[in-house]
């Protein structure tokens, strides 16, 4: 099992960014999806998660701003963040609590300067 992220970067206030994970070694259509992040000097948290049928959750901070998407064919999952705040900075990681186990992404680092 694989969980491949991309798409961090450095942006100001305001910007934007679209993390994106690819999941390999598992069926990716039947799991729950999420986002974590961590801070430096804090712990990881739950962002966003995305059922197999598209249901979708935020954490409080991120609600209006942050959309997760998947793609089945594809076996990615984003993370489309709008409105971005020095608060957001962190590294995200992808997860999934597959029946072989919990895997994580390798994590993409998010910095927004202000």
């Known amino acids: 099992v694989q969980l491949q992220a991309c798409g961090g970067g450095l942006v100001q206030t305001g910007g934007s960014l679209r993390p994106s994970c690819a999941a390999s070694g598992i069926n990716f259509r039947i799991y729950t999806m999420k986002w974590y992040r961590q801070a430096h000097g804090k712990q990881r948290e739950l962002v966003a998660g995305?059922?197999?049928?598209?249901?979708?959750n935020y954490v409080d901070s991120v609600k209006g701003r942050f959309t997760i998407s998947r793609d089945n064919v594809r076996r990615t999952v984003s993370l489309q963040m709008n409105s971005l705040e020095p608060e957001d900075t962190a590294v995200y990681y992808c997860?999934?609590?597959?029946?072989?186990?919990?895997?994580w992404g390798q994590g993409t680092l998010v910095t927004v300067s202000s």
């Open positions: 997860n999934v609590a597959a029946d072989q186990g919990n895997y």
């Open positions: 995305i059922t197999e049928d598209g249901n979708t």
